[in-house]
Nanobody, 113 residues
Framework: QVQLVESGGGLVQPGGSLRLSCAAS????????MKWFRQAAGKEREWVAT????????DYAASVKGRFSISRDNAKNTLFLQMNSLKPEDTAVYYC??????WGQGTQVTVSS
């Protein structure tokens, strides 16, 4: 019943931009802190960004600060990650997280020339 479905991944050139979406259902989205994580091939899953339930406060990993922006639309039960100035080291599967409870299935982002 609970679902978190990521979309918007794909292939992009270094320096390019991409916007990821995470559509939520089956739980009270507006009450959850939401997060983005990513996992590169052969690496541990790492935290990328956090947004509070009302969207007023955000936080970012040092590696993406100034380039990525997390946001949410509680009326549409959707989480977003705007990714700018992409680097090859951003290549990973990106996952959304309803904090401490639910994971999405992930969407692949590949940054390559």
């Amino acid at each position: 019943q609970v679902q978190l479905v990521e979309s918007g991944g794909g292939l992009v050139q270094p320096g390019g931009s991409l916007r990821l979406s995470c559509a939520a259902s089956g739980f009270t989205f507006s009450t959850y802190v939401m997060k983005w994580f990513r996992q590169a091939a052969g690496k541990e899953r790492e935290w990328v960004a956090t947004i509070t339930a009302g969207g007023a406060t955000t936080d970012y990993a040092a590696s993406v600060k100034g380039r990525f922006s997390i946001s949410r639309d509680n009326a549409k039960n959707t989480l977003f990650l705007q990714m700018n100035s992409l680097k090859p080291e951003d290549t990973a599967v990106y996952y959304c997280r309803a904090s401490n409870r639910y994971w999405g299935q992930g969407t692949q982002v590949t940054v390559s020339s």
